[in-house]
């Protein structure tokens, strides 16, 4: 668990398959994870069922809970982990548009960036940002990440950044 001033992260649970099928049964957020269909609460269930090991899966969820209540209000994961690189990507999203702006992103980033660089001993993270979420590009660069080129992302463009641990 990875602990900060409002929020902590940690891993999935079981009883997180309903926060996390509604959060990708969402199609608000379909764009960014290149879904195209509902998954099941089977799906979901044998997702959180899993264990999760970003060294055998070179991916890993983390739940971002405030504090105060302990309840679940967004994602922060890890992917593409390519140990041999020393690199992975990171992409966030808070569920309710009630707890966006509130600094819990930027506290859930500050955090694994922390974790990234210091347990996992990463040198190189990178995300993608489609080019009109304004928010997302702020936060990213407020913590050094570097907009690197252009690319596309599930038939879209996106802006690639970029943060090296020199």
């Not at 302990?70 to 309710?96: C, W």
Request: proline share 2%; net charge negative; glycine share 4%.
């Amino acid at each position: 668990m990875l602990i900060g001033s409002h929020i902590f992260l940690r891993s999935v649970q079981s009883s997180d398959a309903d926060f996390i099928l509604a959060l990708e049964n969402n199609p608000a957020n379909w764009e960014i994870s290149g879904t195209t269909k509902p998954f099941t609460k089977e799906e979901i269930i044998a997702f959180v069922s899993e264990e999760q090991d970003i060294h055998q899966n070179n991916q890993f969820r983390f739940i971002i809970c405030l504090n105060s209540t302990q309840q679940p209000i967004g994602t922060i994961d890890l992917f593409e982990y390519y140990k041999q690189l020393n690199r992975v990507g990171v992409g966030i999203i808070i569920a309710e548009e009630c707890d966006r702006k509130k600094g819990y992103a930027s506290e859930a980033l500050q955090l694994i960036i922390n974790y990234c660089f210091s347990e996992l001993k990463i040198v190189h993270l990178f995300c993608n940002i489609f080019k009109d979420n304004k928010n997302s590009i702020r936060l990213f660069e407020k913590y050094g990440f570097q907009f690197n080129e252009e690319r596309e992302l599930f038939g879209k463009p996106v802006n690639y950044y970029e943060l090296k641990n020199d």
